[in-house]
């Protein structure tokens, strides 16, 4: 059987072209109403300088725990990004079970995103999605109005968000699912409206692993069915969940990172280990 490090996919390495831009300060008030956009003291580093990186939000994945990505978090504020993850607990995802509404992530991430603009003075963001919260960080990003649920209306302004955003990075995102029904209607809504790297403005940048080939037998059963689900084919490569045809979007930067792995909760190599992120990171804005 072919093996991750023998295929021709692209090596754990940084972009070759990119090294990542800074953004100057701007002048003007971050867009929080009635906000001065004051920058306390606090553990990020800024640098002494006239330009800063943009901060970076952080999304984790469905049923993730933001606690799970505190050292990814802690990686990039060691690099200079200053960075925040989306508290969101295991808890948190249970009204969104079964295909239902993903408005309470999207509270939290709007929440967040918020904090971070009036925390470092910042009218834009960069924003990380990983697993399922790329897909949701695109339904952030649209300008329709997630309604299809009936849970919230027009008012919500929980959407439309792409503005503030200078990129988005997804790390292992099924951006679709041909027959995975429970998050059929929320993924349509998504590919949709926004299909591709919807927003010219917008930076799109798509991660996806090369670790796990998908076979019916003992060790690959889960991927082989977690590939099947999403994109029709067992018989493929992927993060050992998501197939790598499926975290990719047409028009955006699509990467393939060999031996990574989809979960933080794993031993293995996953999206935000070192040499991952040092392939991914160079896109931070």
């Known amino acids: 059987m072919e093996d991750a490090e023998n295929s021709p996919h692209t090596p754990l390495s940084p972009h070759p072209s990119l090294s990542p831009p800074l ?8 867009p929080i109403p009635n906000s ?17 990186p943009l901060p970076t939000v952080i999304l984790p994945g469905y049923f993730a725990d933001a606690k799970e990505y505190r050292e990814l978090e802690q990686s990039l504020n060691d690099l200079g990004f200053p960075s925040l993850t989306v508290p969101v607990r295991k808890l948190d995802w249970l009204p969104t079970l079964g295909g239902r509404s993903i408005v309470p992530i999207l509270r939290l991430l709007d929440r967040t995103v ?59 995102t099924p951006h679709f699912s041909k027959y995975e029904r429970w998050t059929r209607k929320n993924l349509d809504f998504v590919n949709d409206n926004y299909p591709g790297a919807f927003y010219p403005n917008v ?9 796990v080939y998908g076979q019916p037998r ?23 969940i998501t197939p790598i045809e499926a975290a990719h979007l047409d028009g955006a930067e699509n990467l393939v990172l060999a031996g990574v792995n989809h979960s933080p909760q794993s031993s293995k190599i996953w999206y935000g280990s070192p040499e991952p992120l040092q392939a991914w990171s160079s896109y931070l804005k």
């Open 114 to 172: 918020n904090q971070a603009l009036q925390k470092f003075n910042a009218r834009q963001i960069n924003l990380i999605g990983h697993s399922a919260g790329g897909w949701i960080s695109r339904i952030y990003l649209g300008e329709k109005p997630y309604t299809i649920h009936g849970d919230v209306d027009e008012s919500a302004s929980l959407w439309n968000k792409h503005p503030i955003a200078a990129n988005l990075i997804t790390l292992g």
């Open 203 to 211: 930076s799109y940048i798509c991660v996806a692993g090369k670790a």
């Open 36 to 52: 001065q956009c004051p920058i306390p003291n606090s553990q990020f580093p800024i640098p002494n300088s006239q330009y800063m």
């Open 23 to 30: 953004s100057p300060l701007p002048n003007a008030q971050c």
């Open 218 to 240: 003992w060790g690959q059963w889960l991927a082989y069915n977690s590939y099947q689900l999403t994109c029709g084919q067992g018989n493929s490569w992927g993060d050992g």
